[in-house]
T-cell receptor, first 113, second 113 residues
Framework: GENVEQHPSTLSVQEGDSAVIKCTYS??????FPWYKQELGKGPQLIID?????GEKKDQRIAVTLNKTAKHFSLHITETQPEDSAVYFC????????????FGAGTTVTVRA | GAVVSQHPSRVICKSGTSVKIECRSL??????MFWYRQFPKQSLMLMAT?????????EQGVEKDKFLINHASLTLSTLTVTSAHPEDSSFYIC?????????FGPGTRLLVL
């Protein structure tokens, strides 16, 4: 099955700086890669996703890049703010009949004011 | 975006009792819903795939007789933890599948005394 690795496990950045989280996946057939943000005590919220036919996608301060050849994808948060502090999970799935997601271990991001 | 609700948000029960958790898609029909559990500071572990009108598909190591799943309508899936024990204490989260994206509910915190 699919194996997703995520780095780093923790990330501390100064407010206004950028944060980058990287993930690798093992199954070259995976074609959908969402990113979720989870605040303490809450369910994960989808913040951005990318499909394998696209190399990069941006939504305001958040961007995701995908390198299919190397089987890795990254989340970039620019101009970080204290409210960006949360746990971020990457995931990968093969869009066949079951749409199962394989999650990375998560990255705890702390934005220092 | 698509909205998924869960009820209850928090439950405390005695060992040996059964607990039912409801997962509802509020503004879309979810043919497929997924159930996850999450231990503190850990990633999301898929328990089972719930398909409307058919039996749930359980992941390896998840006891189907202990975690009963019913998906009787396109907007409701229920998870019943039968004869709960302290080791079942966890954060249970469901998702509703809307096209290719999974949307998470807010989660249910279960504490078994």
């Amino acid at each position: 099955g699919e194996n997703v690795e995520q780095h780093p496990s923790t990330l501390s950045v100064q407010e206004g700086d950028s944060a980058v989280i990287k993930c690798t996946y093992s199954d070259s057939a995976s074609n959908y890669f969402p990113w979720y943000k989870q605040e303490l005590g809450k369910g994960p919220q989808l913040i951005i996703d990318i499909r394998s036919n696209v190399g990069e996608k941006k939504d305001q301060r958040i961007a995701v890049t995908l390198n299919k050849t190397a089987k890795h994808f990254s989340l970039h948060i620019t101009e970080t703010q204290p409210e960006d502090s949360a746990v971020y999970f990457c995931a990968a799935s093969l869009h066949n009949n079951d749409y199962k997601l394989s999650f990375g271990a998560g990255t705890t991001v702390t934005v220092r004011a | 975006g698509a909205v998924v609700s869960q009820h209850p948000s928090r439950v405390i029960c005695k060992s040996g009792t059964s607990v039912k958790i409801e997962c509802r898609s509020l503004d879309f029909q979810a043919t497929t819903m997924f159930w996850y559990r999450q231990f503190p500071k850990q990633s999301l572990m898929l328990m089972a795939t719930s398909n409307e009108g058919s039996k749930a598909t359980y992941e390896q190591g998840v006891e189907k007789d202990k975690f009963l799943i019913n998906h009787a309508s396109l907007t409701l899936s229920t998870l019943t933890v039968t004869s709960a024990h302290p080791e079942d204490s966890s954060f249970y989260i469901c998702t509703g599948q809307n096209q290719e994206t999974q949307y998470f509910g807010p989660g249910t915190r279960l504490l078994v005394l």
